[in-house]
C-alpha cells in the first residue's frame, strides 16, 4: 500500500493547493469520485487496452449523481490520462487529512447498533467533541452486531461502549 500512498500524495498535495478556500467543496466531489473508482468493474473496465480515455471519463461522469466543477472534470481527465484511476480513493483520502489538518478538525465513525436520530447525533456530537479536544466530522454506520451502545473511531483512537465490548471484557475476566 507503501506505492499507492506514494503514488497518490502529490495529486492530493497538487489539489488541495489548488482549490484554495473552496476544500470542502472539492472535497465532496472528489468522495463521490473516490467511490466510483473503489469499484473493481470499473477498474477493469478502465484497465481494458481497447477502451480510450474519453470512454471511461463518460462511464465516470454518467454514474456520478451531480455533475462535476470544471475543476473536478480537469482533476478527473488528469488521473485517467496518467493511469491513476486505482489511486483515486487514496488521494480523497490524503485530500481529506490535508483538509482536516487546515480546518483543525477530524474525522470519525461512529458505529451504532440502531440508527442515530439527527438530535442525538447533535448532542453525541458536541460530547464527542469535548471528549477528543477537536471538531469532529460525524459519519454514522449501523451495525447490529454490537447489541447495543456506540463505537466511536477517531483516527487511531477508539472509544467503544457497545454491549458486545462489555461482553467480551466480562468473558476475558471470567476465563482469566
Do not use: H
Amino acid at each position: 500500500m507503501a506505492e499507492i500512498a506514494t503514488i497518490a500524495r502529490p495529486y492530493a498535495e497538487a489539489l488541495f493547493k489548488a482549490c484554495g478556500q473552496d476544500a470542502a467543496g472539492a472535497a465532496a466531489w472528489l468522495d463521490a469520485l473516490a467511490t466510483v473508482a473503489a469499484d473493481a468493474g470499473l477498474r477493469q473496465f478502465a484497465d481494458n487496452p481497447k477502451v480510450t480515455p474519453q470512454q471511461v471519463f463518460d462511464l465516470i461522469g454518467g454514474v456520478l449523481k451531480s455533475p462535476l466543477p470544471t475543476a473536478g472534470q480537469n482533476f478527473l481527465r488528469t488521473v485517467i490520462d496518467n493511469d491513476r484511476l486505482a489511486a483515486l480513493p487514496e488521494i480523497a483520502a490524503q485530500f481529506r487529512a490535508l483538509k482536516n489538518a487546515q480546518q483543525g478538525s477530524a474525522d470519525a465513525t461512529v458505529y451504532s447498533a440502531f440508527p442515530i436520530e439527527p438530535s442525538a447525533l447533535a448532542d453525541l456530537s458536541a460530547v464527542l467533541e469535548k471528549r477528543f479536544a477537536r471538531p469532529l466530522n460525524l459519519q454514522v454506520q449501523v451495525q447490529p452486531e454490537l447489541i447495543g451502545g456506540i463505537r466511536v473511531v477517531v483516527g487511531d483512537e477508539v472509544l467503544d461502549t457497545s454491549v458486545k465490548a462489555r461482553l467480551e471484557q466480562m468473558k476475558v475476566a471470567l476465563t482469566a
